[in-house]
């Protein structure tokens, strides 16, 4: 049974940092794009960055200059290094996994970590 355990949430003030961690396999992390969404109340869950095995990171608009994505190899654990935080980053944080292949795609999601920008 695949897992991803995720760390790091809470309440910070506007402005602050907060660094997410998920924690999975070795057989998962060496060959699957790992990324974090977030979901808030009546939203869709958003895609806020992912990270290839080849390092190559892709973030949302709504994310790019204040959050930093990075995956620890020795460690399969990735990070979300999120700085600046807003009111409107408040939502509730996973991590995910993804594989795609020609014949099938495979997700993994982490139980989700609560992330909450307030003064």
């Known amino acids: 049974q695949v897992q991803l355990v995720e760390s790091g949430g809470g309440l910070v003030q506007p402005g602050g940092s907060l660094r997410l961690s998920c924690a999975t396999s070795?057989?998962?992390?060496?060959?699957?794009?790992m990324g974090w969404y977030r979901q808030s109340p009546g939203t869709q869950r958003e895609l806020v960055a992912h990270?290839?095995?080849?390092?190559?990171?892709y973030y949302s608009d709504s994310v790019k200059g204040r959050f930093t994505i990075s995956r620890d190899n020795a460690k399969n654990t990735v990070y979300l290094q999120m700085n600046s935080l807003k009111p409107e980053d408040t939502a509730v944080y996973y991590c995910?996994?993804?594989?795609?292949?020609?014949?099938?795609?495979?997700?993994?999601w982490g139980q989700g970590t609560q992330v909450t920008v307030s003064s």
């Open positions: 995910n996994a993804r594989r795609v292949t020609t014949k099938s795609s495979y997700d993994y």
């Open positions: 070795r057989s998962i992390f060496s060959i699957y794009t």
């Open positions: 990270i290839t095995t080849g390092d190559t990171m």
